[in-house]
C-alpha cells in the first residue's frame, strides 16, 4: 500500500497527517506553525514604510510592497515546502492530498519542489488544519471531501 499524507494546512498551521490503513484511519505525524500567519500588518512593523520620494533621494512609495503578514505566509507556505520536499527524498510518503484555504493553496502549490508537485494526487480548498486527526477522517469518510 503506497504511503499518502494528508497536509491540513493555513497560513498559521500546517497538520501533516498519514493514512494509517484501509479504514483510511489517520494519524498526526507533524505539526508545523506560523504564529505570525494569524496577526496584523501593524502587529509585525516596527517602522512605518517612507511614502514617497522626497528631495533627499530616499526610497519611493511602491503600492505593490508587500504586507508583513503576507511575506510571512509566503515563508511559511516555502517552510512547508522544504519539509516536503526532504521527506520526500527520505520516502516517507509516495502520494500527497494538499488541504487549504484557496488563498493558502496557491501559495503553498506555488512553493513545492517539482517533484514534490508529481505526488500531488487531490487538493481541497477548505481549511481543516483545525481539525483534529478523527475529525478529518470523519470530514473525508462523509463523502465532504475527495478519499485521500
Known amino acids: 500500500m503506497a504511503t499518502t499524507w494528508i497536509i491540513a494546512a493555513d497560513e498559521s498551521r500546517?497538520?501533516?497527517?498519514?493514512?494509517?490503513?484501509?479504514e483510511q484511519r489517520l494519524a498526526e505525524i507533524e505539526d508545523l506553525?506560523?504564529?505570525?500567519g494569524r496577526a496584523q500588518d501593524r502587529e509585525l512593523q516596527t517602522d512605518a514604510e517612507p511614502r514617497f520620494n522626497g528631495s533627499q533621494g530616499g526610497p519611493a512609495s511602491d503600492p505593490e510592497r508587500?504586507?508583513?503578514?503576507?511575506?510571512s505566509v509566503r515563508?511559511?507556505?516555502?517552510?512547508?515546502?522544504r519539509y516536503l520536499d526532504r521527506a520526500r527524498n527520505e520516502h516517507r510518503y509516495d502520494q500527497l492530498v494538499l488541504v487549504a484555504p484557496p488563498k493558502f493553496l496557491g501559495a503553498l502549490r506555488n512553493e513545492l519542489?517539482?517533484?514534490v508537485k508529481k505526488l500531488v494526487t487531490d487538493e481541497l480548498p477548505k481549511d481543516l488544519s483545525w481539525f483534529n486527526a478523527r475529525e478529518i477522517e470523519k470530514y473525508f469518510a462523509k463523502g465532504s471531501g475527495q478519499a485521500p
Open 33 to 36: 506553525v506560523n504564529p505570525a
Open 75 to 81: 515563508t511559511f507556505a516555502k517552510e512547508v515546502g
Open 66 to 71: 508587500q504586507g508583513a503578514v503576507e511575506h
Open 113 to 115: 519542489h517539482k517533484e
Open 14 to 22: 500546517a497538520r501533516v497527517l498519514q493514512v494509517l490503513d484501509r
